[in-house]
C-alpha cells in the first residue's frame, strides 16, 4: 500500500514554497523504496485520509479560509488520533492552535490539535535566520536550521513542549520554538524546513511508517547545513557583528 | 506650466542630482542612478513633482516585466512624442526617478519604471497621464507587503487619483481588483502562468476559478476578468474593434509580447498608433542585459534573468525545452530577497534532460532543490566557472545535448540568474571586456 503524504491546502497554504515539505517526504520515501504519493488536497474538497500531513504557511484571508474548513471537517483530528504524523509550519502552525489573530488582531479559532495560542506580537515582524537546539534529545535530532517571516507570538499550554530552544530567531517569542505533541509538530521554520532538516523529514516518516528507516546519502542537505550553521557562526562572531553593523544589515 | 521657471531650490537640487551622478560614476562608487536621487530630494523634498510638471507621465509596475515594459513603451513613444525620460536601469524607487527627470529636457514626456509598493505614492505625486499595471505575485516577501496588501494599496490610490488611463492585465484578479478602481481601465489579456497567488478572491475571500487555456476567470461572488480591449492571439495583437496586428519581436518568450501588448496599448493611450509603436517595438533586442549574449568563461552565453517563481515559470517554458547546458545562479542578497525557499515553487523537474549547473552564493540551496527534483547537476559556487564547467560537462555527454560546432555564432551554454546573480554575471562579462556581441540578440542567435 502506498504512503499518502497529504499537503493540506496547497491553493491557500504555502506562500513560502511550503510545498517542498511533501516533496521532500514523498523523494525519502521512494528512495528507500517504500512506495509513496504526494496527495495535494484543494481547499474546495473535503480532506482525504492519508499517513501523514503537511501544512504550510498562507496569507491572512487565505489562513482564515483554511482554518474555517479545517475546523468543519474532522478528517485529520481522526488522521491524529490514528497516529497519522503532522507537520505544520508558519501559518498552519498557528492553525493548528486554539486561537491566531486576523489582520485586525482578532483572535481566529484554530483546529486546535495543539494546545497552543497565538496572538499579534507589539513590534516589527520577525524575519531571518533562525537556528534551534532541539528541545527533547530523545527525539535524536541535530541542531534545526531554518528561515521564519510571521507577526505571530505563541503561548504553548501546559502539556506542550516546544520543539527547539533557540540560539538566534524569534520563534514562539519566548527563546522557543515551535510546539510538539504527540506526534504532532508545529515550527516557525517555513518553507522547505525538512530540506534543510533532513533528519527531521526522516523522524516524521519513522512514525508514519512505524520502524526505523535506512540511511541516506545526504551530501547535498549536509553541504547545505553545514553552509548555513558556518554563516551562522561567521555573522555571530565579534567581527561578523561589525560587519553586518557597517553594511548596515540587521 | 511647463514654462515657468523652476524655484531656486529645485535648480539647485536639479544640478546638485546630475553632479552626485557624475561623480559616482565616474569614481565607480555605483551605476550613477541613486546617490544623485537621494542628494536632490534632500535639497528639495518636492523635487519629484517640481521635475514632472508639465511633462506627460506614464508609470509602469507589477512583480515581472517592469523593465522591458518601461523600455518598450518608451522606445514607442520616441517616434511621435520624442525621446522620453526614463529609470532604463531599474532604478525604480523615488531617487532613480528623480535622475531620470533630471538627466532629460524639461518638456520631454516620462515614461518611469516603479517599485509596487512606491506605486500609490507616486500617483498621488505625478498624477501621471497612464498607469500600466503588470501582474502581482509572490516576490521578496522577507522584504515586501503580502500581495493582497499591495493590490489593495494600489486600489485605494487609483479610486482617489485622476488618472486618465490605466492599462491594465485582466488576466491577472489582483490586478483587476486594483484597476477596476479606475474609471476607464483599458483591458489587456497579457496572460497569467502562476496562479498561487491568486485563488483567493480579492472581493469576497471566495475561490477565484480559472478557465482552462488562459480564458479567464470568475469568482460566485461575481468578481470575474472583465471583456478584453486588447488580446494576443498567437503573434498577433487583436483589438476590440477587430483591428489586427501581428507582433514580430527580436525579444523571445510568450511574456515579452504580453510585455509587447502592454507597452503599445499604454502608448495608444498616449496617441501614438498601434502600428507605429509595435514596429519600434519589434525592434528592440535586449534589455538592461536581459536576453544579451555575452561571452563568459570563453563561451558564448545567453543571459537571463529570473527572479521569483512566476518569473521562473515563463522563462522555463522558453529555456526547458532546449538541449544547451544552462547555469542557474541564485543569490540572497537584500535585492534578491534573503530568503530563497521559494526555489520550491519552481519546477525545476522541467530543465531534466539538461546538464545543468548550480551557482552563486546560495547554490547549495538550489543544489538540494534540484537533488530532490531527480535533476542531474554539478554545483560550482563561481558564477564564470560555473559556465566553464557546464560546457565541459555538456560536450562528454553527447548523447544528451546536440552541440553547435565551435566557431558558429550560436549560444552555447544559457545563464538565468536571480537579480544580482544576473547582474554580477553582466558586470564581470564587461569588465573583461568580453561582451563584443553583447547587443546582438540571442534569440536570433539562436534560432
Partial sequence: MSLAVVVVHPDLLGTYGDGGNGMVLVQRARWRGIDAELVEAASGAPLPEGDLYCLGGGEDVAQRASAERLRSDDTLLRAVDRGAPVLAVCAGYQILGRTFPSADGRPVRGAGLLDVATSKGPGRRAVGEVLAEPADAALGLPVLTGFENHAGLTARGPGVAPLGRLSAGVGNGDGTDGAISGRVVGTYLHGPVLARNPA????????????????????????????RLAEMRARRSPRGRVARYLRGSP | MSRRPLPTRTRAAVAVTRAVNVLSRRFGAGSGTVAGGHAGLAIDPRLLEHLAAGRRVALVSGTNGKTTTTRLLAVALEGSLGSPATNATGSNMPAGHVTALAAAPSGAPAVLEVDEGYLPGLVDRLCPEVVVLLNLSRDQLDRTNEVRMVANRWRRALTTAPVASVVANADDPLVTWAASAAEKPVWVGAGLSWREDAVACPACGGRIEFAPGGNGWACACGFARPRLDVSLEGDDVVLADGRRFPVALALPGRFNRANAAMAAAAAAALGV???????????????????????????????????????????????????????????????????PSWLWDVPFERLGARTVVATGERCRDLAVRLHYAEVRHLTVRDEVAAVRAAWIAATREPARTQLEEPGTEKVEVDFVGNYTAFTDLLARAASRGASRSASRSASRGAS
Fill in chain 2, 273 to 339: 498608433g498601434w502600428e507605429d509603436s509595435l514596429a519600434r517595438i519589434a525592434a528592440v533586442d535586449e534589455v538592461a542585459g536581459r536576453f544579451s549574449l555575452v561571452e563568459v568563461g570563453g563561451r558564448r552565453t545567453r543571459v537571463m534573468l529570473a527572479k521569483n517563481p512566476a518569473g521562473w515559470r515563463e522563462l522555463l517554458d522558453l529555456v526547458g525545452p532546449g538541449e544547451r547546458p544552462v547555469v542557474v545562479g541564485i543569490n540572497a542578497r537584500v535585492a534578491d530577497g534573503r530568503d
Fill in chain 1, 200 to 227: 527531521l523529514a526522516d523522524l516524521l516518516l519513522s512514525w508514519a511508517v512505524g520502524s526505523p528507516l535506512d540511511a541516506l546519502d545526504d551530501a547535498e542537505e549536509d553541504a547545505l547545513r553545514e553552509e
